[in-house]
């Protein structure tokens, strides 16, 4: 299972590389960014030993997807795709934060909740909620956008703006396109049975001053999302919803004792939890994008990954 655990790549006129938790982007001639999805596999803010066949190339083409599917309401970076695992794009100037959107009190809205908490962000959350719950509208929770392996941090709308992180002007142009993708990614997901629960969205300025989505959206690894058949009765049951995300990992590691803390041992996944996983990845790229997922020749994985790049590199 030959998969993708970094590149060292040197383009013409490449001027730097930023190495990510699972993404490695070429900036071209300070004018595109090649950004390459690898196969690592990242959970609570650290990569795991061992990579994940054909996950990059399933998290590229579903953010792709959802690009484009979203591109006539709100710009975005992307301008090409020479590779399955490969996206190139605008060359932006990121804000500085992510910006995280909640249809239901799921996750760390739920863990705030459960604590005894009714503010998250700035934004109040009712009484008499129960874990899983939709919210009387869609809440805007921004994070910290961390460096270096940081933990990102909850912050508010008002801190944002008062510490000059982003303009007001700039902010309430994110807060718009946040809200319109939202209410898109619900729309695409009801088709294929699925409720968007919540997700995240990163913006960035292109140098002609235009505000860009930029980096994934509606992945397994950015959103989560529930199965609609059901919902209902598991919420009145109490029962746990069944969920599409990257959540089935977390709760492994969970289990065997591994949540990111000082001093935790990174349990041992063999051959057959790595195939598990893959083949769970695949689950979630039919499910959401309601297409049978091809995967990519990977017998010289890196070698075609140069080749698909240089060739577009040249040919632009």
């Not at 690009?67 to 709100?74: E, H, K």
């Not at 939202?182 to 292109?206: H, N, P």
């Not at 994008?289 to 577009?312: M, P, V």
Request: a negative charge; charged letters at 30%.
């Amino acid at each position: 299972m030959n998969t993708i655990n970094e590149t060292n790549f040197n383009f013409p006129g490449q001027k730097s590389v930023y190495k990510g938790k699972v993404r490695e982007v070429y900036n071209i001639n300070d004018e595109v960014l090649v950004m390459i999805a690898s196969d690592r596999l990242s959970a609570f803010d650290v990569i795991l030993p061992r990579q994940i066949p054909f996950k990059g190339q399933i998290l590229n083409q579903i953010a792709t997807k959802m690009m484009n599917d979203t591109a006539d309401i709100v710009p975005n970076w992307l301008v090409a795709n020479p590779d399955e695992n490969v996206a190139v794009g605008h060359l932006c100037e990121p804000f500085k934060v992510e910006m995280v959107i909640r249809g239901y009190l799921s996750g760390h809205a739920a863990r705030e909740y459960n604590a005894g908490k009714r503010m998250l962000c700035g934004v109040a959350m009712a009484e008499g909620m129960k874990e899983n719950d939709k919210f009387p509208d869609p809440m805007i929770t921004p994070s910290t956008k961390a460096d270096n392996g940081e933990h990102d941090e909850d912050i508010s709308r008002e801190e944002i703006i008062a510490k000059g992180i982003v303009s007001e002007e700039d902010y309430l142009v994110l807060e718009n396109y946040t809200k319109k993708l939202f209410e898109r990614g619900t729309e695409i997901a009801a088709k294929r049975g699925l409720i968007l629960v919540d997700t995240k969205y990163e913006f960035g300025r292109t140098k002609d001053g235009k505000i860009v989505l930029i980096d994934e959206i509606h992945t397994p690894d950015s959103s989560r999302y529930f199965y609609e058949e059901g919902y209902s009765e598991r919420q009145e049951k109490g029962e746990k919803q069944k969920q599409l995300s990257k959540e089935f990992v977390r709760q492994w590691l969970i289990e065997n004792e591994f949540q990111g803390k000082d001093g935790q041992q990174i349990p041992e996944m063999n051959d057959d939890k790595i195939l598990e996983i893959s083949n769970r990845y695949i689950e979630l790229y039919e499910q959401i994008t309601g297409e049978k997922f091809i995967k990519a020749n990977t017998e010289n994985i890196l070698e075609r990954i140069e080749k698909n790049i240089s060739n577009y590199l040249e040919v632009k």
